[in-house]
């Protein structure tokens, strides 16, 4: 019996012991930081853009159209490294019809073409942006994702614009 008393006195010291000093004697916690920035680190995206095409003639009875978008902040490590989306608004600023780039549908082709500073636009129409009734079609919108970013998505994820923009919290 005195056996049995002594393993279990031994064994209730050990566990108050225990649970007083987790309970108790616990780390103080730190004041709040200030608030940091929303939105995913190192992803950059533009405006809504307004942007004129241009008409080539590469050869006789041959005709594309070509626009540049400034995109200062377009390195040679994100063209290598990142991910580099654009898209274009079909729509209205408060009626959206978006869609990525490249753009293939109906005979209409819009391709990117990516350099240090700039995307430039290769179509087989006039794709630039126009107004009717005060309100602005075409217009286009880039997002810059470098190489650092974890867990790149598959093709089919950019498809989805208004899915990216909530991921990404990009705001329109």
Not at 61 to 81: C, E
Not at 107 to 136: H, Q
Request: glycine residues 8%.
């Amino acid at each position: 019996m005195k056996h049995v008393f002594s393993v279990l006195s031994v064994t209730c010291v050990a566990f108050f012991t225990i649970f007083l000093s987790t309970t108790n004697v616990s780390c103080k916690k730190g004041d709040t930081g200030p608030k940091g920035d929303t939105g995913v680190a190192n992803m950059i995206y533009s405006a809504w853009q307004d942007v004129s095409y241009t008409r080539q003639v590469p050869q006789p009875g041959d005709t594309i159209w070509s626009a540049s978008i400034s995109a200062p902040k377009l390195t040679k490590d994100v063209i290598d490294k990142g991910e580099i989306k654009v898209y274009i608004n079909f729509g209205t600023p408060t009626s959206p019809d978006i869609s990525p780039i490249p753009y293939f549908d109906g005979g209409v082709i819009i391709n990117p073409d990516f350099e240090v500073g700039s995307i430039n636009l290769i179509s087989n129409v006039n794709a630039g942006t126009t107004t009717s009734a005060g309100n602005k079609y075409f217009q286009y919108r880039y997002i810059l994702i470098t190489g650092s970013v974890p867990a790149r998505k598959d093709a089919s994820y950019w498809n989805n614009y208004q899915q990216v923009a909530k991921d990404l919290g990009i705001k329109d």
